[in-house]
């Protein structure tokens, strides 16, 4: 037995709890953002905060999005709005490799202050809402998103107004978002692997993490299925403004810290 808690635990801080409670995590994470189209990263993100060190938190969250999000955007392929993808992943690599230069320059608050008010603003404001955001609003999307995912960890929430405004049923929409949130994961977790950065030691939990995000986003599946449009829509909208109310909560907890 300790062998093997030593293979799986074995050069970081975690034990066979806090290891195995980020891997039950991770399957309701992938459960929830495949079901209702958003919440997961921020719900694993929020429990890797509480057994992780700051240095490894962001880019390890982000390769086990990668996972969750590819394999969430993999089932649900033939439901993709792909006239957007390309002017959304050419922003995000540029953000990303701008938000690389800036790693060390920029405060995590004024980010978390500016992506809290901005989803508010695109989650509620009627003109954004009747609109349908085309590739250049995207590009903006994925350059801005691409910049801040490299402080904050998990922007989907910043992302997901667009996708919303952009598709016309509840597949398209869990599946769209999917797809350009792993393009997003993966351009971070390039740039934290130019950084420097090293996963060795990490890999057993990175397996045990996309192992059972993969089975929440099977459970999920069946459930965004048989869940109405007009409920998905209704608890997308309410995900949404309680993450950009966390996020503003976050960036004023941070500032008076500060």
């Known amino acids: 037995m300790d062998i093997i808690i030593e293979f799986l635990t074995g050069g970081t801080p975690l034990n066979l709890v806090s290891f195995s409670s980020l891997c039950i995590t991770s399957f309701f994470a992938s459960l929830i953002a495949t079901s209702i189209g958003l919440g997961g990263g921020l719900l694993v993100l929020a429990t890797m905060t509480l057994v992780l060190p700051p240095a ?3 880019p390890i969250h982000g390769l086990v999005q990668i996972g969750s999000n590819g394999f969430r955007a993999w089932l649900l392929r033939k439901k993709i709005l792909f006239s957007i993808v390309p002017a ?4 995000s690599l540029m953000g990303a490799v701008l938000g690389g230069f800036l790693h060390f320059g920029i405060q995590t608050w004024v980010l978390q202050l500016i992506l809290g ?6 989650t509620w404001s009627p003109g954004f809402k009747s609109s349908r955001p085309g590739p250049l609003r995207f590009l903006c999307a994925g350059l801005f998103s691409g910049l801040v995912t490299m402080f904050v960890g998990a922007t989907g929430p ?3 107004p667009f996708v919303k405004a952009a598709c016309d049923e509840k597949q398209q929409v869990v599946s769209t978002h999917a797809m350009l949130m792993t393009f997003q994961h993966g351009f971070k977790v390039l740039a934290f692997g130019v950084l420097g950065f090293s996963f060795g030691s990490y890999i057993p939990l990175l397996v045990g993490l996309i192992g059972f995000g993969m089975l929440g986003t099977l459970v999920g599946r069946m459930v965004l299925k048989k869940l109405p449009e007009n409920i998905f829509r209704t608890i997308f909208q309410i995900v949404i403004t309680s993450l950009a109310i966390r996020l503003l909560y976050s960036a004023a907890a941070s500032f008076f810290e500060f």
Do not use: D, E, S, T
């Open 56 to 58: 490894v938190l962001i």
């Open 88 to 91: 959304f992943i050419l922003g």
């Open 117 to 122: 008010v901005f989803v508010l603003y695109a």
């Open 158 to 160: 910043l992302v997901a």
